[in-house]
């Protein structure tokens, strides 16, 4: 229609007319282009959001679950440590309320640290979704910060295997309690030593001294890392509660 008005104003050299039309033309494409551009704006606003709420929820995962870890590995050094003071004073009942201990001091806790959020950001070249710069680059940090820790723990295994070849050279295991694994039965006494034998043998003892340290070494780690964790979450609730996307 336009463009019959427009051919019909030039047949009559009605150039006023065709300079309204071309205006008018003109006018559809440039509202049409911007009606385009802030739709589009509006579904990236709609989904950067979705992807910090879902990255608020993982990282509030990853935190508690750092803590969770760095309790349980706590737990263990305590249990090391009442076996120790039970060898140190010549306590064998204390010594033996602290061995379950030694069946998890060379343990290595370890926790998944990169969200799936994150993850499906990178990997899809969207991370500048995320228009904070400062959380965009906190954000950027996840993976070193994961790959760290995996290597981290992955030395510290190797460290402690021969630890835990040592240990379980000197102590026999009870297995009656535990036959049925959906309900085990762990006590002070499921895992057996000559106290004795132990207490004398200080080349085991300084093993499991050194498993201790290497265990606290590790708390501290993930102390560390549920400390920086807590920080970029805590950004992301920033981010949400500033820009009301809720």
């Not at 870890?69 to 090391?80: C, I, K």
């Not at 979450?233 to 920033?238: F, G, Y």
């Amino acid at each position: 229609m336009i463009l019959a008005r427009l051919s019909r104003a030039v047949r009559e050299q009605n150039w006023f007319a065709v300079a309204i039309e071309f205006v008018i033309v003109i006018a559809g494409v440039v509202i049409g282009f911007q009606v385009t551009a802030w739709n589009a704006e509006r579904a990236e606003v709609q989904r950067e959001a979705a992807y910090l709420r879902q990255l608020e929820v993982e990282l509030t995962t990853i935190v508690e679950e750092l803590e969770e870890g760095e309790q349980e590995a706590a737990a263990y050094f305590r249990w090391v440590m009442l076996f120790l003071e039970g060898v140190r004073t010549g306590d064998p009942e204390m010594a033996q309320e602290g061995s379950w201990g030694l069946n998890a001091i060379t343990e290595v806790v370890w926790v998944n640290m990169e969200p799936a959020a994150l993850t499906e950001l990178i990997s899809g070249g969207e991370l500048g979704l995320i228009r904070n710069r400062e959380l965009r680059t906190s954000l950027a940090s996840i993976p070193a910060l994961e790959n760290d820790s995996r290597s981290r723990s992955d030395q510290m295994a190797g460290r402690l295997a021969p630890v835990a070849g040592e240990i379980s050279r000197h102590f026999q295991a009870r297995l009656e309690n535990l036959a049925d694994a959906a309900n085990p039965n762990y006590t002070t006494e499921t895992l057996q030593f000559d106290f004795e034998t132990v207490a004398q043998d200080e080349q085991l003892l300084s093993r499991i001294n050194y498993a201790a340290l290497q265990n606290r070494f590790q708390i501290t780690h993930l102390m560390r890392r549920g400390d920086q964790f807590e920080a970029i979450r805590d950004q992301i609730r920033a981010e949400i509660d500033a820009r009301g996307l809720q």
